[in-house]
């Protein structure tokens, strides 16, 4: 796919989510967000750069750690997502957070100006994986730290076969590469590649737990990245995609709801001082 293209998929398609991303999503990324802070070990009145931030669930995080000494730049692609998070972080009175829409592999900010950088979840929708890295490295100071964290392996996220199921009824593909940072040690190697140095990683399995099988749809079709392509489908073809979604989830089937496999990958490097 054409990496404008892409991002444009990106940008209006989470812009589609935005509205019930939380609901959708909140509880079953927790572990994966709690594996980024620790790995990024951030301190009180640090500025910290926070990249795809979405609805704002791991930014309300970062401002707690930092404090009203530090600071906080949020950015995402999608106007959607950015403005649920403005919401959330103004409700909870957290003051040293700005947010600004801003591409992921194009940051328009100066170098050495942070003292961390952070992405949850948002690296795999990058049409550049090692750009994008690279630009973490860029804005942060030297000594400074890089931390992501991205789904793991394929075969260990139950829920993989969506994007099959989407693409089949699509011209251009949905996440292309989705995957790919989360196999083997990749993410680690593009640190390095990026000039980062004592990089680190934690990979851990969790279980993604939705209570019906309403929820576990929302989640998969109108809560992600899937929402664009899905939300055009004629009723009929949602039906479809329902049906080949939950026969390829029925293995994790716990009840009325489903306990869904998945595995997530965080990875940390420092600036060279």
Do not use: N
């Amino acid at each position: 796919m054409d990496s404008r293209l892409q991002l444009r998929v990106q940008r209006y398609g989470w812009d589609r989510a935005a509205s019930v991303y939380d609901r959708a999503w909140a509880d079953p990324l927790q572990p994966a967000q709690e594996l980024l802070l620790e790995a990024a070990e951030l301190q009180e009145g640090e500025r910290v750069l926070e990249t795809a931030c979405g609805s704002g669930l791991v930014t309300v995080d970062i401002a707690r750690a930092v404090g009203s000494s530090g600071e906080v730049l949020a950015t995402d692609l999608s106007d959607g997502m950015l403005e649920r998070a403005r919401t959330a972080t103004v409700e909870l009175e957290l003051d040293p957070v700005r947010f600004e829409r801003m591409d992921a592999g194009a940051l328009d900010l100066p170098d050495d100006t942070f003292d961390a950088a952070l992405c949850s979840l948002g690296l795999m929708y990058v049409p550049d994986f090692g750009a994008a890295i690279r630009e973490f490295a860029r804005v942060v100071r030297p000594g400074g730290r890089v931390a992501a964290v991205v789904w793991g392996e394929r075969r260990r996220c139950g829920w993989a076969d969506l994007f099959p199921i989407v693409d089949a009824r699509v011209k251009t593909e949905v996440c292309p590469l989705f995957f790919q940072l989360g196999t083997g040690d990749t993410l680690e190697a593009l640190m390095r590649e990026a000039g980062l140095q004592q990089v680190e990683s934690r990979r851990i399995r969790t279980t993604l737990d939705f209570p019906t099988e309403e929820r576990a749809l929302e989640a998969a079709f109108a809560g992600g990245p899937v929402a664009m392509a899905y939300g055009r489908f004629e009723p009929a073809v949602q039906t479809e995609v329902h049906q080949e979604y939950l026969a390829s989830i029925e293995a994790f089937r716990a009840g009325e709801g489903y306990r869904i496999p998945g595995e997530f990958v965080a990875v940390r490097g420092k600036v060279a001082a």
